[in-house]
């Protein structure tokens, strides 16, 4: 390996390492190692590459993936998850196994249900082995997610996010939360014309009333602080049409993902 990239190395390690993270330097010299990954034939390797290179280049990866989810950039994640997978598969056997490899395998899994690629998910889950998948806390955890997003079982979700493995995790299960959250103020927006500000915090999983005065005018409710009240301003005509065009989306999306599985 080039004195030049083992020094940069060194300071990735020393910047990842450092108490708190320094993210900002990391996402510094990240793309640089990555050159220099791709001049010395590391990140795309060759049958004849040392094998000791090899795991330092897949270090350099997996901070990378992990100062992605830090730095709230998940395209970046994917495709440092992507570029990881020929050092997990290809020579899975022939490197010493990485103890970052399912917590990042685990996030990617939270990732697919963030975006709802549900058949997605469910192929990834099949190249893991099943004991990995029962034992493992990083796999075991999108795995229970993903139950109880089907089951509708929220609140399950929600407090999942203070079990979360990895500090990490918690970024994807605020998402999940944000999805869920809009999935239930459509519903209260079909089924009531108004609702007591604590009832509807609750409904939301809001632990805090400035947080639900935030999301709800993002929805453009009218909220009386007078009364404690939310009202859902919506007209006839859009009571009958919204969940009808829902129910038909949703219905053909489910049925893409049953054929996707299949």
Not at 238 to 254: C, D, F, V
């Amino acid at each position: 390996m080039a004195s030049q990239l083992k020094t940069l190395y060194e300071e990735l390690g020393r910047a990842f390492y450092s108490k708190p993270t320094d993210l900002k330097k990391c996402s510094l010299l990240l793309p640089k190692l990555k050159l220099g990954l791709i001049e010395a034939g590391l990140l795309l390797p060759q049958s004849d590459v040392n094998l000791g290179d090899l795991v330092v280049a897949r270090d350099i990866l997996e901070v990378g993936a992990f100062v992605s989810i830090r730095t709230r950039d998940v395209p970046s994640f994917d495709r440092y998850f992507s570029q990881l997978q020929t050092f997990y598969t290809d020579y899975g056997e022939s490197l010493p196994p990485s103890k970052r490899e399912y917590p990042i395998r685990g996030l990617n899994l939270i990732r697919l249900l963030t975006q709802n690629r549900i058949a997605d998910f469910h192929t990834t889950l099949e190249s893991i082995d099943s004991d990995i998948i029962n034992d493992n806390p990083f796999i075991r955890h999108p795995v229970n997610l993903e139950r109880w997003l089907m089951e509708g079982s929220y609140s399950k979700v929600w407090n999942a996010r203070e079990e979360a493995p990895a500090e990490e995790y918690k970024f994807f299960v605020d998402s999940l939360m944000g999805t869920i959250r809009n999935e239930i103020a459509s519903c209260e927006e079909a089924a009531y014309e108004s609702l007591p500000l604590k009832d509807a915090a609750t409904l939301l999983f809001f632990t805090n009333q400035s947080e639900l005065l935030t999301f709800a005018q993002k929805r453009g409710w009218q909220v009386d602080l007078s009364s404690s009240t939310i009202t859902f301003k919506r007209t006839g005509e859009e009571k009958m049409e919204i969940p009808k065009q829902r129910l038909i989306a949703a219905s053909l999306a489910y049925a893409r993902e049953l054929e996707q599985i299949v």
